[in-house]
Structures are given as C-alpha cells and as structure tokens.
C-alpha cells in the first residue's frame, strides 16, 4: 500500500504518510487502502500535535485544501459511504469554520460538517462555495 506506513506505537496500526494527491478519485483510493489495514484511529500518527495537515488534495478549480492527521477513522468511514453513494469526484462544499473564515471543506451534500472529519482550504474562500 503506497503511502501507508507503520505505526510509532507497536501496536500494528498503519497512518498514512504526508503526500500530495491530484484528485479526489486519488483520495478515496488512499483512503479505502488505508482502511483495509490495521485499525488506526486516526489517518495520521496523533503523538506530537495532531491538527497539522497530512495530506495535500488538489480540487481542481484553482483550490487545494489539506486533510489533517487527527482526521478520525469514523469519519473516513462516512467519506467512503459518500464515495460509495455518488462517486469520488462528488461535489464537496465550502462551508464557514468555528470562527467564521470559509476554508472549512465537507463532503456531503448539505454542507454539515462530519465529525471527526478535519479538512480545510489552503486558501480561504469569501462565501460559501461547491468545489
């Protein structure tokens, strides 16, 4: 499995390594590979700070947004039940963080955020928007 790596903790769970991916269709493969493996409870080894992007996913569009490493299990659970319902290039929204900037990016159609799901723009936005 590329970029997937073993743990730090001896306890057999595999994270993903930092990477750069040029789709969406790229990150669900990642994603559903890295579930197949040893349950982690988090995409990213979590021992040194948690919240720092992992990985780079380019939009299309002009817009790259990050996944960070304390994105949880759960939600790539829900990711990949989305995946699985409307494909991988589905639309994904824009939508405002808790402190008001539009860089919050979610996948599903609403616009809810999913728990536990930790991926934002590189550059915000003005509004909400689909990317």
């Known amino acids: 499995m590329d970029g997937i790596s073993g743990g730090e903790s001896g306890g057999g ?6 990477q750069t991916l040029g789709s ?5 493969a990642l994603l559903s590979d890295w579930m197949a493996g040893p ?11 948690g919240r ?9 569009g002009g817009h790259t947004a990050v996944l960070n ?13 989305a995946v699985a319902e409307r494909g991988a290039d589905h639309d994904w929204q824009v939508v405002s963080n808790a402190r ?15 728990p536990g799901w930790y991926c934002y723009l590189i550059d915000e936005v003005r509004s ?4």
């Open 13 to 18: 769970e595999q994270f993903l390594e930092a």
């Open 69 to 81: 490493a304390d994105t949880k299990r759960e939600a790539v659970v829900e990711y990949l039940r």
């Open 52 to 60: 720092r992007p992992l990985l780079r996913i380019d939009l299309g």
């Open 24 to 28: 969406k269709n790229e990150l669900a």
């Open 39 to 49: 349950a982690a409870p988090t995409i990213g080894d979590i021992e040194g700070f």
């Open 128 to 131: 909400a928007q689909v990317v």
């Open 100 to 114: 008001g900037r539009f860089n919050k990016v979610v996948f599903t159609t609403d616009g809810t955020a999913t």
